[in-house]
């Protein structure tokens, strides 16, 4: 039994089905619906109008629906299960006397079973009743247009019998009697089926091991495979761009509804940063696909990667792009493809690396035939619109710089991969380390490193940690810091590892990279090259153009390419791209040509004496600027600005005092090196202070605040690979912003530790907002060097817990300038109630404190309350969202009944009862400072509201009082207005989203405008 009520409540998840299986799926629906005579022909016409949103047409056909009552309810519940069961038997023997009176009619009523049976055969259908004159060649070309699924135009050839009066409705009932009776699932066809297992069998082949191993090791996924943090932009609120706080989810709820936020696109996005897991985690989706673990909602699963794709010149269609890039079909191709066609829904593609595609996204070119040939970035752009097989899901991977707002626009989900959290970093270390022990050092290794442990959660850092295990446990982790440490520490693995010192024919001297110098520089020059044309692929020609010969592969930096283009000998490409602009940097440092105009560019430094008119004849005036020289430029400035930007912080640190002897073994001329030392030196310093010279001036009244502009990070970040304290100092000389505003950047522990590096060089304190980034325990912990230099320290969403908060706070009290401190949504509970406790006793000079959102409960409350009792200069106290309950509301209001500084309190949420009024209540009748109190959506009820009117009477210092969504009724507005009469300080009493009526909202309203209803 379906009520209309139940059905009312049911209504998003009801949209929600409806839209999940596609046009296709909802049609199916109308056609049941239709054949048991509960939609009207105008009911249907009004819910087949092409173009319209998928997700309004849903919503229409629901009030349609909700408008029959609710028979009409229970039929549209009915009439889902029917289609989405998918296996009504097909008999038609209603159907046959082909010249019953009503055709029309039989071809409504059996108008599920008449659509299956027609389906595979419209074409033939089409043509023949275009030859008995039924329909025009125009009418015919209408249904065949190729946005249309044949079960579509197989729907809209009966659409047109039906108005027809020509005759044609007996016709095709007349065809549909003779055509075969196709089996019961059309994928018991041998060709799909034979079509599917050789995909899983391919893909689960290509899945099964991580490309990034040398051969020594193998890598199986399925052994390895540790869990990313994986958070899900959550939708805006009906009350327009709230922001809400993102969720965790597992990859397995990748295609899950929750955070859709444009139903009508088929596009899932996954950012993250160069080597936090987004390609592993496609090459996972796929191995759970193939090997029948998850996602097997859908019948085919075509991966592609976009490095790869870019390569292909020749114009491509979709019939080609799957059949011969990706797994051609040995039985019956047409039949496949079109039952691809046909069942969109069954589909996933997924598209890696959008980052790594040269070509910019771009919506003006539009194309929805499958078979039409185009150039792959057009192809690519018309499929993620969904302009070609559309319903087909397709998930999209990129690092956050290259997705563009024209793209988002077709994106019906985004999610963010953030890495490893601290307990995946462990997990990982124990999936790779089975020998006994091993595996505990290097965890312990990594605690005891902060540094190290920042940069492992990046996965790639931790894969380099596991690689070079021995090594680190041997020398220790504590003198590796930065990004190029770790490389290096690698670079030599490798060398040592190809070429062992006892067997070396050539010994490689003191230094394992000095023997080896001209292998290196090969690899960097075809690693510079390639960032200059956005090639990370390279084919037999390219590497011969590069003299990479096979001794230089034999390194183990380059890999093969995991999926071939097919016509071309096996292509390799670099382990990953962080080691392609390792090598760029490693060439470019080294190599003869490289000039200080080159560096600047690297280092986005603007050229002294920048007028126009010395710009203009800079260029006449640049000596010996050699045809090396130009193309490391020009490659440079064609190369992409993240990889740049990577490249720029490996130059930076192998630049740096810590590397130069390094160098100065491969490289004869010291002088040539100090000389680009001291021009990135000065580079760097020069563009963070032009940074901050262009932050405009503050509003009047308000402090100078910074939003970080592009570059800003990477700059920083560069800055940290030179480890030099000097320069640090030297760069943020000229900054003097109040607030500094790093919201949505990935800032994950590695950048933490970069700001901190340079921040700590401030002379003026500044409130440094992380909000919405990756910082978690391990970055809270890179952050305390600059914590002296932080008057205000905001970390809303960052994935903190206890640990992190404790050793936060433990910093905090010797740091004068720290006053505020906001932890909104992150994994606080009880735990660090004594931290923060002591934090409010002890500081005092501390203002602000905001918790909101986290798991504090009455005993944590209880802990904190004896902190605010020795408090004597908070003003700002958050608890929005905890679960302090009536016990942890009395605590507090007991310790804040004498408090001599608090202005504004929030207990939103906290499940608080008539108990804990009562004691706030209390509270008010002493308190002398308290402004504002905020206890919105809570269970006051009236009761409550009695004692708080009560307190009200005796308080003069409270202007607003925010009592909201608290089951509160007329009996307790009236003790409020009671309360009114003797209190004029107070503004405003919010009371939305209370028990009253229309009626009584306006004469309340009449009686006291301060209670606002
Ligand atoms: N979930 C995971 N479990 C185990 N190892 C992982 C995981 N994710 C990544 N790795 C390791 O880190 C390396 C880098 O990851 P991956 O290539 O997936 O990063 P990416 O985000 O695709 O980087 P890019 O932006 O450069 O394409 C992998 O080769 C693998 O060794
Ligand atoms: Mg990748």
Sequence with gaps: MCTQEGFQAQRSQLVGLLVSRSLEGFEGVLDWLLSWEVLSWEDYESLSIVGQPLSHLARR???????????????????????????????????SDPHSPCPVHKLQIHRPQIVRRLYSHVEGVLDLVQEQGFMSQYECDGIRLPIFTSAQRARRLLDLATLKANGLAAFLLQCVQQLPVPAALPLKDVAYKK????????????SRFLSSYDGEENLCLEDIYTENILEVQMNVGPGGPRQQSPATVSLEELFHPQGRLNEDADTVLVVGEAGSGKTTLLQQLQFLWATGQDFQEFLFVFPFSCRQLQCVTKPLSVHTLLFEHCCWPDVGPQDVFQ?????????????????????????????????????????????LQGNLLKNARKVLTSRPDAVTASLRKYVCKELSLKGFSEEGIELYMRKHHHKPGVADRLVHLLRASSALHGLCHLPVFSWIVSKCHQELLLQGGGSLKTSTDMYLLILRHFLLHAYPPDTAHQGPGPSPLRGRLPMLMHLGRLALWGLGRCSYVFSARQLQAAQVDAEDISLGFLVPAK???????????????????????????????????????????????????????????????????????????????????????????????????????????????????????????RSLRTHFRSIPPAVPGETKSMHALPGFLGLVRS????????LAQDAVRGLDVGHLKLTFCSVGPSECAALAFVLRHLRQPVA??????????????????????????????????????????????????????ALFNNKLTDGCAHSMAKLLGCKRNFLALRLGNNHITAAGAKVLAQGLQDNTSLQFLGFWGNKVGDTGAQAL??????HQSLKWLSLVG?????????????????????????????????????????????????????????????????????????????????????????????????????LLL
């Design 893 to 898: 209001a007991e310790a804040l009944s004498d």
């Design 719 to 726: 800055l940290y690979e030179m480890q030099e304290e000097r």
């Design 61 to 95: 056909l629901l009030d349609t629906m909700w408008s029959k009552g609710a028979w009409g309810c229970e039929k549209l519940i009915a009439a889902i299960h029917e289609a989405q069961a998918d296996s009504q038997p097909l008999m038609l023997h209603e159907l």
């Design 563 to 685: 999926t071939v283009v097919p016509g071309s000998s096996a292509p390799l490409e670099f382990l990953h791209i962080t080691f392609q602009c390792f090598f760029a940097a490693f060439y470019l440092v080294l190599s003869a040509d490289l000039t200080s105009s080159s560096l600047r560019y690297l280092f986005n430094c603007p050229r002294l004496g920048g007028s126009p008119l010395a710009r203009l004849l800079l260029p006449l005036c640049i000596q010996g600027s050699g045809r090396e020289e130009d193309s490391i430029r020009t490659l440079l400035q064609k190369a992409e600005p993240h990889n740049l930007q990577i490249t720029a912080a490996f130059l930076a640190g192998l630049l740096s005092q810590e590397h130069r002897h390094l160098l100065a073994e491969c490289q004869a001329s010291e002088k040539a090196l100090l000389r680009r030392q001291t021009c990135a030196r000065s580079c760097l310093a």
């Design 768 to 821: 440094l907002q992380l909000d919405y980034n990756s910082v978690g325990d391990v970055g809270v912990e890179q952050l305390l060097p600059c914590l002296g230099v932080c008057k205000a320290l905001y970390l809303r969403d960052n994935n903190i817990s206890d640990r992190g908060i404790c050793k936060l706070v433990e910093h905090a009290l010797h740091c004068e300038q720290l006053q505020k401190l």
């Design 195 to 206: 079509y599917m297992s050789k995909l899983k069998a391919t893909l689960s082949a290509q």
């Design 339 to 383: 039952f691809l066609l046909d069942h969109p829904d069954r589909v996933l593609l997924t598209f890696d690396g959008f980052d790594e595609f040269r070509f910019r996204f771009s919506d003006r070119e539009r194309h929805c035939s499958p078979t039409h040939c185009m150039p792959v970035q057009n192809l690519l752009f018309n499929l």
């Design 910 to 1010: 906290n499940n608080i009862g008539s108990a804990g009024a009562q004691a706030l209540a209390v509270m008010l009748e002493k308190n002398t400072v308290l402004e504002e109190l905020c206890l919105e959506d809570n269970n006051v009820y009236d009761e409550g509201v009695n004692y708080l009117a009560e307190g009200l009477k005796k308080n003069s210092s409270l202007k607003v009082l925010k009592l909201s969504n608290n089951c509160i009724t007329c009996v307790g507005a009236e003790a409020l207005l009671q309360a009114l009469e003797t209190n004029d300080t107070i503004l405003e009493v919010w009371l939305r989203g209370n028990s009253f009526s229309p009626e009584e909202v306006e004469t309340l309203t009449h009686k006291n405008t301060r």
